[in-house]
């Protein structure tokens, strides 16, 4: 089921569209073409719970990332937060509604001033939306925060570069949490560390969204941590949601062909010698220049002529699982779950 069903929206996006114009060939034979990064995306979060967004490279899941936050400006949609349509970019109402939204980066050394202590770089945000903060809650709030996220005191006085790979991601949630924000966009969070540290990492979120009521868009290729973390997943291709559902169903029984090629790709050794989809072959297909009907037609063994022609609709099926294939049918979900 979606997020919906269990509690309000704390997040919600509408027919969500970002398009980028785009300068193709050589010049002086170039030309502007429109490359459609994010189109028409809908979903919601509910309080307290974690949306997965998963997808190859170059869906669009970063960029909706961003256009959830307010961080790009979207061609048409749009976003709500509590129920109230962000407001705009770098304007006062835009500032205080972003205190309650934050974004954990992929790479916590590029998201880190290596000139500045920890201490200083959690603090920030302070200076920034509290200034009239005494010293001393400034300084409770940094060291709270640090404690929070499992480092310990003597950490705050050390720089990026000393720091391994583990405790820079967390001085990177201590920063994002100094506000006590409401939502996190976690943009691959835990990519770029090693899988041991990667575990403790998820741990920790889990622990922060039991703690604290916080709601997690949580963006990864990683499907095995997705499944972990996640109550709803939305399977991103190329620009677009083409499955959409609450995660054990979606995992135990996927229905777009899209995503039975992303679980049939995971490496398990609990399935050896049962029957899998074949993994995806290709690259996706330029975003400028997309097939017409279904862009996942070229890579899709049930491609038919009808999927030339026409662009498949995010249907709903039985369960409350949402997918855009023209051979799904409303009571197929609820057929294979049976099973």
């Known amino acids: 089921m979606t997020s919906s069903s269990f509690s309000a929206p704390l997040l919600e996006a509408r027919s969500l569209t970002r398009h980028f114009s785009v300068r193709q060939g050589s010049w002086p034979a170039s030309h502007k073409a429109l490359l459609r990064a994010v189109d028409g995306v809908s979903l919601s979060v509910g309080k307290g719970r974690t949306l997965g967004l998963v997808g190859e490279s170059g869906c669009g899941k970063s960029t909706t990332g961003r256009l959830l936050l307010g961080l790009l400006d979207p061609t048409a949609g ?31 050394l590029g998201a880190l001033d290596r000139r500045l202590k920890v201490a200083e770089q959690i603090g920030e945000a302070l200076d920034i939306h509290h200034p009239e903060f005494s010293r001393g809650i400034h300084r409770d709030r940094v060291a709270a925060a640090i404690e929070s996220v499992g480092l310990q005191a003597h950490h705050a006085d050390r720089y990026p570069h000393e720091l391994s790979g583990g405790q820079r991601q967390r001085v990177v949630l201590a920063r994002a949490l100094i506000l006590q924000p409401r939502l996190l966009v976690c943009d691959e969070p835990i990519s770029a560390l090693d899988v041991s540290i990667q575990a403790q990492v998820v741990n920790l979120l889990l622990d922060l969204q039991h703690s604290l009521g916080l709601t997690y868009v949580f963006i990864s290729h990683d499907l095995k941590v997705v499944r972990q973390i996640s109550h709803e997943v939305a399977v991103m291709y190329l620009g677009r949601i083409v499955e959409y559902g609450e995660a054990e169903s979606l995992f135990h029984a996927p229905q777009h062909p899209y995503t039975q090629a992303l679980l049939a790709a995971i490496p398990s050794v609990q399935q050896r010698g049962i029957a899998r989809p074949a993994p995806l072959q290709g690259d996706p297909p330029d975003p400028v220049a997309p097939p017409s009907g279904c862009a996942f037609r070229t890579r899709c063994p049930r491609a038919a002529q009808i999927c030339a022609e026409a662009m498949p609709a995010l249907r709903e099926t039985a369960g409350g699982r949402k997918v855009a294939c023209h051979f799904v049918e409303p009571d197929a979900v609820a057929g294979l779950a049976a099973a």
């Open 78 to 108: 749009e976003v709500l937060f509590e129920g109230q349509p962000l407001a705009k970019a770098g304007s006062a109402d835009w500032r205080r509604q972003r205190q309650l939204m934050q974004m954990v980066y992929q790479d916590p």
